[in-house]
């Protein structure tokens, strides 16, 4: 199916790996030019190239710390304001109310949560100006099936989504749509790592890692996977559907009935 995205420009940011790469990916595949944003440099030559080989298209690049009011107005300057803008740079650190140190409140919720409030700040005005544009926030599970053992992501990500809520209501009047997708534990390359890590404790052998992902623990046996989030964020951001504004999608394989998100 045409999705009627060829000739958009995007701006995806954490874009060097995991979900990120994945929706860049798949956007270029749709004839999308795509810029991807991340800190690391070195991954982001990286993640060019395996969009490059998947697609034909070779995306841009841009090293950017988002972590930071200036980072994200230095990011805004250099440049054009894009038809799709994707929010996905950010993790937020695990534990509960007496594990973490309001520094770690901070740092998670500067890069992820104002992160995501400010690029939308400055990109959304410059979308409302013209009078189009789509904004998609990949937020997270955390937000609607809370868990005090993730209070601080639990916080954030229900910020998020009243943020993007309450940000596609205004913005319908302006012909712009804000929408959001909640994912569930996703196979990347995050989740990758720390089996393999826990495989080598175990079993001596870290290529014995997808052993550790027990099924009961997740819908269908399994974690989603990246390219899943990515081909909803390419349905979600068409124009096919320019009727849907202001939702923010659960993508956790209705695990959140079960207490498996």
Avoid at 81 to 96: C, E, M, R, Y
Avoid at 166 to 177: D, F, H, I, K, T
Avoid at 232 to 247: C, D, E, K, W
Wanted: charged share 20%; hydrophobic share 45%.
């Amino acid at each position: 199916m045409d999705m009627k995205l060829n000739g958009k420009t995007a701006l995806v940011t954490g874009g060097s790996k995991g979900i990120g790469l994945a929706i860049g990916t798949a956007l270029a595949a749709q004839g999308v030019a795509v810029t991807l944003v991340a800190r690391d440099e070195a991954a982001l030559t990286e993640a060019q190239s395996a969009v490059a080989e998947a697609t034909g298209a070779r995306p841009a690049v841009i090293a950017a710390d988002l972590g930071s009011d200036a980072g994200r107005a230095a990011l805004c300057d250099q440049i054009e304001t894009p038809d799709i803008l994707v929010n996905n740079a950010g993790a937020i650190k695990a534990g509960g109310l007496r594990d973490l140190s309001m520094e770690d409140w901070r740092s998670g919720w500067e890069l992820k949560v104002f992160g995501y409030i400010h690029l939308c700040q400055r990109l959304y005005l410059e979308m409302a100006a013209r009078g189009s544009g789509v904004i998609l926030n990949i937020i997270g599970m955390g937000g609607r099936a809370v868990r005090p053992a993730y209070i601080c992501g639990a916080a954030g990500n229900a910020a998020l989504i009243g943020f993007t809520q309450a940000l596609g209501a205004e913005a319908q009047s302006a012909g712009v749509r804000v929408l959001g997708i909640n994912p569930s534990p996703t196979l990347t390359d995050r989740m990758t790592t720390f089996f393999k890590g826990k495989a080598q404790a175990e079993f001596g052998d870290e290529s014995r890692w997808q052993e550790l992902i027990a099924p009961d623990a997740f819908p269908f046996g399994r974690p989603a996977a990246p390219e899943e989030v990515a081909d909803l964020a390419v349905m979600m951001a068409s124009p096919r559907i320019a009727y849907l504004n202001g939702t923010v999608v659960d993508m956790d394989g209705g695990g959140q009935w079960s207490g498996r998100s």
